[in-house]
């Protein structure tokens, strides 16, 4: 299958999808969105290097805010750093915390694999994600599991989207309180609203 311009979604609403469907649907879906102090300070610096410069360090060459598309696959986006070695092209996401409880980061990462390699018609093996807090890189090697997890959840993104729905809050105590949209989504009380019509059910049944 391949995708039409018009069809592409951007490479942050996988990220999106995989951290928590309902939080993609809300941003992409229903156009809501609200700052906190964590996507400020992951905003301050992806603006550190999203800048379309190159530069030449120790033989290799560092691209930077990388233009990325997939007809295949139906994305497009940016990377934020990549490296040109000698025998490899690769990819490295900057990332201002720490790592996710969920893939979120790697499939992202992957999926820019994916597309430098359907432009580049190279192979890409491995690429690094960056956090900030540790300011170390966390190395990703791109294996066939990976890989088939990042086009699932692509397709499962398509799907969604497509189908205009927005799935109904769960409720995560690590992924909801780092959650800039906690309050727009209130899963807790919407969780809470649901036990209470059950209880009212199963109260009226015979």
């Not at 992409?28 to 992951?42: D, K, P, S």
């Not at 610096?45 to 379309?52: K, L, N, W």
């Not at 233009?67 to 990549?82: E, Q, Y």
């Amino acid at each position: 299958m391949s995708f039409s311009d018009s069809d592409l979604l951007p490479l942050s609403a996988l990220q999106h999808y995989i951290y928590c469907p309902r939080q993609c649907a809300l941003i992409h879906l229903e156009q809501q969105w609200t700052e906190n102090r964590f996507t400020a300070e992951g905003r301050a610096q992806h603006d550190r290097v999203d800048r379309p410069e190159h530069e030449t360090r120790d033989g290799i060459r560092y691209e930077y805010a990388v233009l990325l598309r997939s007809l295949r696959l139906g994305l497009i986006g940016k990377a934020d750093v990549v490296e040109f070695h000698d025998d490899k092209v690769f990819p490295v996401e900057h990332k201002r915390g720490r790592p996710k409880p969920t893939h979120c980061d790697l499939v992202q990462l992957c999926a820019q694999a994916l597309c430098l390699e359907e432009i580049l018609g190279v192979k890409i093996p491995d690429g690094a994600v960056f956090y900030g807090q540790p300011r170390r890189r966390q190395a990703v090697a791109f294996t066939p599991q990976l890989r088939s997890e990042t086009e699932q959840a692509t397709a499962a993104l398509h799907e969604m989207l497509r189908s205009g729905k927005t799935p109904p809050a769960e409720y995560d105590k690590k992924k909801c309180n780092a959650c800039s949209l906690l309050e727009t989504c209130m899963p807790k009380k919407r969780r809470a609203v649901s036990d209470y019509l059950q209880e009212a059910l199963r109260e009226k049944a015979p």
